[in-house]
């Protein structure tokens, strides 16, 4: 089946989850990035059980985060 | 390598976000075409702290989406230090995860010479880039 993913058209297996599309992927880190389905932002807990459709847009952002600490390096 | 291209009108947006939202720290999106920044999207800290910031996802997603239709990229991410120098923290580099793009950090250590740099951050190893600010 056909996913738009992050504005482009990808061919996955059917039937596919949120998780395994990321493990397809290679993300690397998984647990740090935020996952969009038909612009509705999903939790983590939800990756592995939402299920993805012919034509669904997903968008995949890693966190965008940081700050000063106390250890400036 | 091509300097980061900053507006004089977006370095003004980036100091009045700093400004007003110090001592917390203040965050955003530059977005734009080549190495030119085009517009600036201020971002939610969603951590509210002075040491430490994370950006809402909800919002990133919508502005990577109006960057895409306007056909433009995320060119930086970008927050600033209220108190410390403008540089990146080890907390900085470990959040440093999206792949091809800099970090634009301004420092308002000290308030009247506030100081912007563009970092490059790639697997911990952090390389600070040519910035430059057009038409102060």
């Given amino acids: 089946m056909k996913l738009i993913v992050n504005g482009t058209d990808v061919q996955v297996s059917d039937g596919i989850n949120v998780g395994q599309l990321l493990f397809k992927r290679k993300v690397r880190l998984p647990d740090m990035v935020s996952v969009e389905l038909n612009e509705t932002v999903l939790q983590r807990a939800e990756f592995e059980t939402t299920p993805l459709h012919e034509g669904d847009r997903v968008e995949l952002l890693y966190f965008m985060g940081g700050g000063c600490g106390t250890h400036a390096v | ?136």
Avoid: W
């Fill in chain 2, 1 to 136: 390598m091509s300097a980061l291209v900053i507006p004089g009108s977006i370095y003004r947006e980036l100091l009045d976000q700093a400004r007003k939202q110090a001592p917390i720290e203040a965050c955003g999106i530059l977005g734009g075409q080549g190495d030119r920044v085009e517009v600036f999207h201020p971002m939610t800290n969603t951590d509210h702290s002075a040491d430490h910031f994370l950006m809402e996802p909800a919002e990133q997603f919508k502005v990577v989406r109006s960057l895409r239709a306007a056909g433009q990229r995320v060119l930086a991410i970008h927050h600033s230090h209220p108190a410390s120098p403008s540089r990146p923290s080890v907390e900085d580099i470990r959040l440093a995860l999206t792949p091809d793009v800099l970090y634009t950090i301004l420092s308002l250590q000290g308030p009247a010479n506030p100081v912007l740099k563009a970092f490059a951050i790639c697997e911990g190893i952090v390389t600070e880039h040519p910035l430059a600010i057009d038409d102060l």
